[in-house]
T-cell receptor, first 116, second 113 residues
């Protein structure tokens, strides 16, 4: 159980374009999903908490207008990197859990974004 | 003081040995504790979670929790080269923040054939 599917697994885009990444919980409902970013050889960095039916909560230093998050259903959250630049190239990972106190987070396989 | 601390390593053990990974946390109200494994270039995968004091065993893995000492550990028995990865400790906070994980920076483990 507890499968999180993330697409695409990799994407290459040109500077100035936008990229959408999807995150789906396949066998459970997730009122909350989390979006992380990880640069090579660095630790996970939480970008934002995606809440179903309401606005996402962004971590300090993360531009909400650049990283648009939509959580329209209990099984789908999307992250759109708008006007991407080479410095946005990174590994983006979503995660979701059942939302109870002791429930673990399960991660998607991640999306490797390269902006040229 | 960091909220979740791990020794960055690298921790190097021979194949077949026991690898011991440690994690301390600062929030005494923390409720749940998780160990993830992350291979280079891949996303984290859950190994074990624990929320009661004591030991919890799953195959070659044992998680140990001591809330009084604010300490959680992961033991890997009969270590294999395929266990070589970064191990991340994560702690879920108190009721006010109970769905957000606080992460350690990870311990790099190398199992030598």
């Amino acid at each position: 159980g507890a499968v999180v599917s993330q697409h695409p697994s990799w994407v290459i885009c040109k500077s100035g374009t936008s990229v959408k990444i999807e995150c789906r919980s396949l066998d459970f409902q997730a009122t909350t999903m989390f979006w992380y970013r990880q640069f090579p050889k660095q630790s996970l960095m939480l970008m934002a908490t995606s809440n179903e039916g309401s606005k996402a909560t962004y971590e300090q230093g993360v531009e909400k207008d650049k990283f648009l998050i939509n959580h329209a259903s209990l099984t789908l959250s999307t992250l759109t990197v708008t006007s991407a630049h080479p410095e946005d190239s990174s590994f983006y990972i979503c995660s979701a859990g059942a939302g109870t106190l002791h429930s673990p987070l399960h991660f998607g396989n991640g999306t490797r974004l390269t902006v040229t | 003081q960091k909220e979740v601390e791990q020794n960055s390593g690298p921790l190097s053990v021979p194949e077949g040995a026991i690898a011991s990974l440690n994690c301390t946390y600062s929030d005494r109200g923390s409720q749940s504790f998780f160990w993830y494994r992350q291979y280079s270039g891949k996303s984290p995968e859950l190994i074990m979670f624990i929320y009661s004091n004591g030991d919890k065993e799953d195959g070659r893995f044992t998680a140990q929790l001591n809330k009084a000492s604010q300490y959680v550990s992961l033991l890997i028995r009969d270590s294999q080269p395929s266990d070589s990865a970064t191990y991340l400790c994560a702690v879920k906070g108190n009721a006010g923040n109970n769905r957000k994980l606080i992460w350690g920076l990870g311990t790099s483990l190398a199992v030598n054939p």
